[in-house]
C-alpha cells in the first residue's frame, strides 16, 4: 500500500477493504461505528465542487432564483414540510443546480460510484473520506448546542430549522467558512438505498477541497487504481451493490444491465 500524505493507496481488493473500514471502531460504545462519510468519483482529478459552481457565471447570486423558482413550479405535494432545507434537499435530489454534495454512510456505495462509469476505467478513482464527528469542533456555538442537546453529529432538516431559516442566514452567521452535514427526509427508495447525506458549506462561493486542505485533520482519501477497477467492479455486482439497487426501478435496471454486460475491453 502507498501512501502520500493524505492519499491512501491500496495494490488489492483486500488492502482496500481495510482502508474503507479503518478507524471505525468506537472504544466508547464497544462497536464499530464509523465516524466517516465517503463520496466516491470514478476520477482522481475531480475537484470537489457542487452542482451550482458547474454552473459557472455569477452562480452565486443565482442560488437564489434557482431556489425561488424550483418552489413556485413544483408540486405542491413534492416537499415534505414547507422548510428551507426540505426544500433544498428535494431540490438537489432532482437534479437542481445547488451548494449541496451528495456523500454516504456506506463506504462499498462509495466505491460503486467510484467505479459506476466504464469510460473512466483508464484512471484512477477516489474516494473521499469524511469525519463528521470531528468537523463538530469547527461549528459555530449555536449549532454545536443543539447537536449537544440532541445527543448527534449530524443534523436533520428540523434541526436545522431550529438554527437557522435561510441560506442568506447561513451566509451572515460568521465570516469564516464553516461545514454542516445533513441528513435528508426518506424522499425516496434511492436515498434510503444509497444511506444518503448532504455536505453544504456557508458560503456558496467555498470549495470544499480548499475548506478540507485547511482542516486537514478532518478527512483521508482512498485512491481507487485503474488497475483494480474491473476487478472491484465485478466483486461488487456479485454483492449485489449496483445500480438495480441503489436508483430502483427501470432507469437503475438499464443502467445495470447495459454496464454488466458491456466488453472489459
Known sequence: MAFNGKDLRPESWTELQELLFQDTWDQKISRYRSPFVYRGLGDASYPLLTSLMRLNGPFEVL???????FKKYAHRNAVPGDNIWNWLAVAQHHGLPTRLLDWTHSPLVALHFATAKLQKFDRDGVIWCLNYAQNKEYLPPRFKRVMDMEGTNIFTVDMLSEVCNSLRE?????????????????????IVSQHALFTMLSNNTSCLDDYLKAHPDLYFRIIIPAE???????KLDQANITERVLFPGLDGLSSWLKRHYSPSK
Open 228 to 234: 483494480l477497477k474491473w476487478e472491484i467492479r465485478d
Open 170 to 190: 447561513l451566509d451572515e452567521v460568521q465570516n469564516e467558512d464553516f461545514l454542516v452535514f445533513f441528513e435528508p427526509p426518506s424522499l425516496d427508495e434511492r
Open 63 to 69: 442560488e437564489h432564483h434557482l431556489l425561488r423558482n
